[in-house]
């Protein structure tokens, strides 16, 4: 048993202090432009690189899992008929019209109001409540949601990013492809199609798994003790082939390199005992802390998350909090960017 797992974790047990200027506004011009920590998770030693540098870590026989998830116009900001302004944040679809929202303010968002959009372009009646105080809507339009959203809806940035975003696709990895996301899985950002070709040529299986980003991307760590924080629930799907692609790699003696923390997420909640992956859809609510045994990982590339967040306790679950904390620490020394658009770190 380790010192970590001996006596209950607290938040402030993942606590760093951070200068705002390393919190980065915007993506870099180009996506493999960034910077790359890499911490080998047994000694804690780091090294620096450059994301398009990336393949050099890799192996023959590796396979790079990615979560091709896509980000949804998911911020809908309205009014009431009594004037008050009503902004909803897409969360998860329940039906063909009806979906699970945050409401903002939600004092004011009461079962049976009409929240109207874009003059009246679209509507949205309050259905209810679902857990966590979240409210249930449901929508009514001409034509395909998708094209209302288009065009009313807004990208749901992050809260600690200030600046509008002038090209939205910056917030989008270059192989998003199934919708539904409230937030980008944003380890992938650093992928350009180029730097994928070359990992592919070198012997590089590639696996594609969907986990559509929702509130928990978004949700703060309250409790002081960490056992007592209850994720939100976040649909997934891993497909029989790519579960194949994933447990071939295995097989033949190559590593898992997960792309983000939502990729971990996944396989770790489709992952049997002994390590293979099955093809599941569903949904989890996995919410991963150090004394957690990784059955499916190898390997995990992330961005530097922020303090006390579930984000920086799974990644401490892999590579050792102390370990984690130093490493960040001379991030902070080196001026690395953090969060969203920030740089990147290869764990293995």
Known sequence: MTPEQS??????????????????QEPLADRAASRLMILDRKTGAVRHSRFRDIAAEFRRGDCLVINDTKVIPARLRGYKKTGGRVELLLLRKLGANRWETLARPGRIVRPGDEIFFGDGL??????????????VVEFRFDGLFEDVLEKLGEAPLPPYIKRALADKNRYQTVYAAREG?????????????????????????????TLHVGLGTFRPVRAENIDEHVMHEEEFSVAPDQAEIINGARRSGGRVIAV????????????????????KSGSTGIFITPGYRFRAVDAIITNFHVPE???????????????????????IREEYRFFSFGDAMLIE
Do not use: W
Request: charged share 25%; proline share 2%.
């Open 260 to 279: 983000g923390t939502t990729s971990v997420r996944t396989l770790e909640s489709c992952a049997r005992e002994d390590g293979v992956v099955e093809a």
């Open 181 to 209: 996301s409230a937030a980008a899985p944003t380890a992938g950002l650093h992928f350009t199609e180029e730097l994928l070709g070359e990992v592919s040529a070198m012997g590089v299986a590639i696996a594609r798994l």
């Open 7 to 24: 006596a209950a974790l607290k938040k402030s047990d993942f606590r760093f202090d951070l200068p705002e200027r390393l919190i980065a």
């Open 309 to 331: 967040s579930t984000l920086i306790m799974l990644v401490s679950a892999f590579a050792g909090r102390e370990n984690v904390l130093r490493a960040y620490g001379e991030a």
């Open 122 to 135: 679209l509507t949205a009646e309050i259905a209810g409540r679902a857990d966590g105080g979240n409210r």
